[in-house]
């Protein structure tokens, strides 16, 4: 059985910055490829940022660019999202996500196996 844990969300004023970690144990593909999703009220869930198995390529939507970086330690197997310049918009679910390498990383289709994800909330 595969768990994804999240942790570090929580409420942080505008321009703040936060760090999102998830923890990834069980049995799984070597080195899958990770991702960050977001899903506030009402909406749908949305990928913000994706790495590699390999962490030599990444992606990342236009709406984090600049502000959000994804990183990995595969010694610790635990996935980060840096988030800097937070904005009252960025306020949601996050959730982290784990597939199979050699599948898109802009696609949540690729994804298998989630978290229960963490809230942020920025306030303005």
């Known amino acids: 059985q595969v768990q994804l844990v999240e942790s570090g969300g929580g409420l942080v004023e505008a321009g703040g910055s936060l760090r999102l970690s998830c923890a990834v144990s069980g049995r799984t593909f070597s080195r899958p490829n990770m991702g960050w999703f977001r899903q506030a009220p009402g909406k749908g869930r949305d990928i913000l940022a994706a790495l590699n198995g390999n962490g030599d390529s990444t992606y990342y939507a236009d709406s984090v660019k600049g502000r959000f970086t994804i990183s990995r330690d595969n010694a610790k197997n635990t996935v980060y999202l840096q988030m800097n310049s937070l904005k009252p918009e960025d306020t949601a679910v996050y959730y982290c996500?784990?597939?199979?390498?050699?599948?898109?990383?802009?696609?949540?289709?690729?994804?298998?196996?989630w978290g229960q994800g963490t809230q942020v909330t920025v306030s303005s």
């Open positions: 996500a784990a597939g199979p390498r050699g599948y898109a990383l802009g696609n949540r289709g690729s994804y298998d196996y």
